[in-house]
């Protein structure tokens, strides 16, 4: 998969990509991230990418003309399935989205900053529009690293052990049933029997129903969906 991603601080997202599983991905080739700097395409001397809003207020806009430039010369080389604007009032991002962002081929995902984006650009290139959670951030980077950490690691391939990927919280609309490692006994603190006695359907049948309890504690909505 291949992932544009444009952006007016495209510094922002140099390490959210260069580490770790995102790191892993792009060196087997599984996944590349490409950001583009969206002042090449500003205007005159000063490279303008902003301009005051029609009608008044504050906070400023970004222009129409390199952002249409930008947009443009990057669909001159690829046809991408999506081209998305992270905003917050976009769709609300989840794990049933990220699957499905991750069957493309390649995405093109378009950062604002400021007051927003000419809305013309919203109506005639963006064919999705992603919020990240209800609050508000400075600018879109890292609403894309998110995007693009959530849908580059469940990548066939990335992970090594791809049942890992398929049992996260979300995967089937149950959060994570709670996971320990060696010592058995800290402090006097023991893990759970079961996990211990190598009794394999005991254990998976032990995990289904914590995470049904935890879900059911923690996030009732996602069982009534
Ligand atoms: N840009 C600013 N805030 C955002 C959010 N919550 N989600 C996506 N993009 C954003």
New binding site residues.
Partial sequence: MHIDIISVQPRLLDSPFAHSIMKRAQDKGLLSVETHDLKEFGIGKHRQVDDYQFGGGAGMVMKCEPLAACIDSLKAKRTYDEVIF???D?KTYDQGLANQLSLGENLLIIC?HYKGIDERIREHYITME???????????EL?AAVIVDSIGRIIPGVINNETSALTDSFQDDLLSPPVYTRPSDFNGWKVPEVLLSGHTAKIEEWRHEQALERTRARRPDLLEE
Wanted: aromatic share 6%.
């Fill in positions: 992270v905003t917050p976009g604002g992603i919020s990240i959670g209800d609050y508000v951030l400075s600018g879109g609403a």
